[in-house]
């Protein structure tokens, strides 16, 4: 938990401050039962021995409504960012906490919650080695009725389909392969946990030994990690729906940046200024580091010098100048035509394994090219609504 909010707040930190600053008292309701859970959780284990039967289920269920009501108020958060609901309009708390995506994701959790559990409790329930297999069968059957729920998936990761916005269910869809893949992946690795499930552990009463366990819960968690996966990226390009873009730009912001330049205002120098060429890789080299850093690497995983190594020079200027309809998961470029040429000439340069000599681009042509690509993108997302409402002006 510190590991993820450290990671977060240096590569996200916008949008971590908007929801604290948005659900401060909401954190600290979800955060006040957290600590009851690891209390709860704590003293079974370490006191449980001394304590009669009664007073160590009642720690466990005081465990158990801990940890599902720590997951109500993250769910809530989350779900947020990428249906906000009547927040975006309002501002009201409760508005984007009870959004459209909550109860779908809620149940859906929940589902996935106990799935996990019952799986690592047969596990553990063949490491029981004062229990005879006979009275672990019992203990099984009754564990597995703990994956009946799981029925309810298709059902439920329907609903929440229907609800987020379209865009980010054509991405899921079929739009964008690796989430189409990640999909799939969590959908069929969650289709043969039920079945077996179903079939094996509720229906045939089969035992399942330590090994088969163990196996069916790693594959579902990594169906709950390919399942966050898409969560994350269905909300692409915002981190809170409608109104943070993924790179800490607000829509608002966008026309702004447009006109004066994104770095323009930049106060923060660049490492290794000296190693630049010219002014221009250095303002390419600001604006990657302003725009695209949040998401991109250099050279590295997901790099640009990789994505864009197979464009033309004019295609980098036109793809760059109409990002959000290049990459419809990109938010739209924030800067002026000669951020762009910046960018272009920086990539350029990475490619050519950065000489200590590069050319300016300073071609008025070349501007105005780019600033009619910039105008022809305009400044909002390339969802199909928008491009029909283009195409209809």
């Known amino acids: 938990g510190v590991a993820m909010w ?44 001394r304590l009669t039967d009664r007073a160590r289920m009642r720690l466990l269920v005081l465990y158990a409504v801990a940890a599902w009501m720590s997951l109500f108020w993250i769910n809530g958060i989350l ?34 919650s106990m799935t996990i559990a019952a799986l690592i409790a047969c596990a553990v329930a063949n490491a029981l080695t004062n229990v005879g297999r006979g009275d672990r069968a019992v203990i099984i059957f009754r564990i597995a009725l703990f994956l009946a729920p799981m029925l309810s998936m298709p059902l439920l990761g329907g609903w929440y389909l229907a609800v987020i916005p379209e865009e980010s269910r054509t991405s899921l869809l079929g739009g964008s392969a690796a989430m189409t893949m990640f999909l799939s992946l969590a959908v069929g690795a969650s289709l043969l946990i039920g079945l ?117 020079e004019d295609q980098k200027r036109m793809n760059i100048a109409k990002l959000q309809y290049t990459k419809p998961f990109m938010p739209p470029f924030a800067g002026n035509n000669h951020e762009v040429e ?12 950065r000489p200590e000599r590069w050319p300016v681009s300073n071609d008025p042509e070349i501007l105005r090219r780019i600033q009619g690509w910039l105008d022809e993108a305009g400044t909002d997302p390339a969802s199909a609504k928008g491009r029909k409402h283009e195409e209809g002006r």
Not at 17 to 32: L, P
Not at 209 to 235: C, K, P
Not at 342 to 353: E, S
């Open 6 to 49: 450290f990671t977060t707040i240096q590569i996200s930190a916008r949008t971590i401050g908007v929801m604290v600053d948005e659900f401060h008292w909401v954190w600290a309701t979800e955060w006040t039962f957290f600590c009851l859970e690891i209390v709860a959780g704590y003293a079974f284990y370490r006191y449980g021995a």
């Open 79 to 112: 779900s947020w960012q990428l249906t906000p609901g009547g927040w975006t309009q309002s501002g009201n708390v409760w508005a984007g906490f009870f959004n459209p995506s909550f109860f779908p994701s809620l149940i859906y959790r929940t589902v996935a």
């Open 196 to 312: 077996y499930a179903f079939v094996g552990l509720i229906w045939k009463r089969l035992y399942i030994n330590g090994a088969t366990a163990t196996l069916l819960a790693t594959l579902a968690f990594g169906a709950s990690a390919a399942g966050e996966f898409v969560r994350e990226g269905a909300r692409k390009p915002y981190t809170i729906g409608q109104a943070l873009y993924a790179n800490s730009i607000t829509p608002e912001e966008m026309a702004e940046l447009r006109k004066v330049g994104s770095v323009t205002n930049d106060p923060y120098p660049l490492r290794n200024h000296g190693a630049y060429p010219n002014d221009q890789v250095r303002l390419g080299a600001k604006v990657f580091r302003f725009q695209c850093s949040v998401c991109h690497t250099v050279g590295g995983a997901n790099g640009l010098t990789h994505l864009t190594g197979s464009w033309t």
């Open 342 to 353: 910046g960018m272009v000439q920086w990539l350029r340069w990475l490619k050519a394994d």
